[in-house]
């Protein structure tokens, strides 16, 4: 018994650490849960975003799947077109293994 509720315990502490990461991209800014500014250098990025082809494949920060629906999203989104407008700077990376935070404190926006 003791086995099974450290099992189910633990399961559930996995699941809550990582956070599914699909987005969809909004018309207006206040229809969005987060705006996001594209920057041109990685170095200057709070995330390195990867997107990936199927939303299970989503499973890690920096792992972006595009729904179709804004009611399938994890997240909605805004691009807008100056920096200081932005919730988040992203820069998008060539590689899955670049993906992720870079020394950013902005994690909980996805949360």
């Known amino acids: 018994m003791k086995n099974a509720l450290f099992t189910c315990l633990f399961l559930t502490a ?4 990582t956070h ?4 969809y991209a909004v018309d207006y800014a206040s229809q969005a849960d987060v705006t996001v500014y594209v920057v041109d250098y990685e170095s200057q990025a709070d995330l390195s975003v990867y997107w990936v082809d ?3 494949q989503a499973d890690e920060d920096g792992l ?5 629906y804004e009611s399938q999203a994890d997240v909605s989104i ?4 100056y920096e200081s407008q932005a ?3 992203i820069y998008y990376v060539d590689y899955e293994s670049q993906a992720g935070w870079n020394g950013s404190n902005k994690s909980h926006l996805f949360r």
Do not use: F, K, N
Not at 20 to 23: L, P
């Open 14 to 17: 996995i699941a809550a650490s």
């Open 20 to 23: 599914a990461q699909s987005v």
């Open 54 to 56: 199927y939303e299970s």
């Open 64 to 68: 972006w799947y595009m729904t179709d």
């Open 78 to 81: 805004y691009y807008v077109d």
């Open 87 to 89: 919730d988040l700077t």
